[in-house]
């Protein structure tokens, strides 16, 4: 039995979670484990209070709840390409010079467009392509939603589309459900050629075009009609094309009416497959809401090597950095957090990415380096060893270096070299 003494309260506590033996195990297995021992009137209760305030556990466990935050949908366009959708599909074999797939659709008709690029390409090189193959037929649009590709966050994109009065609204950081529309899209062209060049896959670039005319007009179950149907008001005829002169004026009257008729059915059609799709999503989600001020843990994407050629399993580190604490709300699912000075990451997060903090105000940490894709990127912290190997017929100085984030025995053998070159500032 244990009188009241908070502090040796405490001590047990610890002993029994945050020990080795106690293995930051859950509230019932701690209390289990404290109970064969020692005995106080509201232990259980105690011991809840702790396991959920400590900060390792919270830092480390996996998230079991549903992933926070409703589905928000975007607003539905008021006419065709005032809204438009981009992203691209690589990782193509090479056909006829080209490796890239830039995808551009109407976010309203759901009309697309698919154009073969070459790689490397800049935000020049796509901006020129967009004008040329996009802006020519439909003019500028009013908003693009996109993913944070490198071309899309290029100082040169954002400001040749400001100048034009378009706005660019990139996905949430880790969050690319925004753009899942896009995606969607490219995972129907990559279907579409695969079963048409599955023996031939160097051909692609051949059946792009009758990729594009099969997806514009195919039915697409959101508008009930096809895209081609949506955007023009009619279906693309399979025999003689239409002459001038066989069509009264009252016909052109009456055609100019049904496509009226068919742009408000559709937008009936997209709210209804909208909210259909809301009610379905939120089933798995759960609504949180965060105030200013709150300590949050922020979830980034896996440890992955970019520094160097090698991989270091980083299979053990925490899921969870922090906490760091919210100064901003962005839109209704997203907020913007108070990062350290120097942090090269962005600090708007969806809130699925955010799990608040259990206790009193901690101190803020270190945020790792994040690389251009958005994964955890690693520097080098110091120089433990030195020496000199046989590289084919000269001698190389290799180095042991250890990285940031990760624990001593990570360190690895590095080309000296190679290592300066890729970190100029860093002083080894």
């Not at 926070?68 to 992203?87: N, T, Y």
């Amino acid at each position: 039995m244990v009188g009241k003494d908070d502090e040796l309260r405490s001590e047990i506590l610890k002993f029994f979670h945050g020990s080795p033996m106690g293995g930051h195990s859950g509230v019932h297995a701690s209390t289990k484990r404290a109970t064969a021992v020692v005995y106080w009137k509201g232990l259980r209760k105690d011991m809840k209070r702790f396991v959920r305030g400590c900060e390792v556990r919270q830092q480390n466990k996996h998230d079991l709840q549903h992933p926070r935050g409703l589905l928000q949908s975007l607003p539905i366009p008021e006419k065709a390409w005032a809204s438009i959708s981009m992203d691209f599909v690589e990782g193509l074999p090479k056909s006829q010079g080209k490796e890239v797939i830039f995808v551009v659709v109407d976010r309203l008709t759901k009309y697309g467009h698919f154009i073969d690029m070459t790689h490397p390409y800049t935000a020049l090189d796509v901006a020129r392509v967009f004008m040329e193959q996009v802006f020519r037929l439909h003019g500028l649009p009013e908003t693009i939603v996109c993913d944070r590709d490198r071309v899309f966050m290029s100082i040169f994109w954002r400001e040749l589309f400001l100048k034009l009065g378009v706005v660019i609204t990139p996905s949430t950081a880790y969050h690319p459900e925004t753009d899942d529309q896009t995606e969607r899209v490219n995972q129907s062209l990559e279907t579409y050629l695969r079963c048409m060049t599955g023996e031939r896959p160097m051909e692609w670039s051949s059946w792009l075009y009758l990729a594009e005319w099969w997806y514009n007009t195919s039915y697409h179950s959101e508008i009930k009609s096809t895209p081609h149907m949506a955007l023009y008001g009619q279906e693309p005829s399979l025999h003689l094309p239409y002459l001038a002169g066989e069509s009264p004026v009252a016909q052109v009257d009456r055609s100019l009416q049904q496509r009226e008729a068919a742009v408000q059915m559709m937008k009936f059609h997209l709210k209804r497959a909208q909210k259909r799709m809301k009610q379905q999503a939120d089933k798995q989600r759960t609504e949180c809401e965060l105030n200013l001020g709150d300590w949050v843990y922020l979830k980034l994407q896996p440890y992955r090597q970019h520094s160097v050629q090698r991989r270091i399993c980083h299979k053990l580190a925490p899921k969870w950095f922090g906490p760091y604490q919210i100064d901003g709300r962005v839109g209704k699912v997203a907020y913007r957090l108070n990062l350290p000075a120097g942090s090269r990451v962005h600090p708007v997060f969806h809130v699925s990415q955010l799990k608040k903090h259990i206790g009193s105000d901690p101190v803020q940490s270190e945020l790792p380096v994040i690389g251009v894709d958005g994964a955890i990127a690693k520097e080098p912290v110091k120089i433990l060893e030195r020496r000199m190997v046989k590289k084919g017929n000269r001698a190389v100085t290799e180095v042991l270096v250890e990285w940031t984030n990760s624990f001593p025995e990570d360190a690895t053998w590095e080309n000296l070299y190679k290592l300066q070159q890729q970190f100029p500032s860093f002083n080894p």
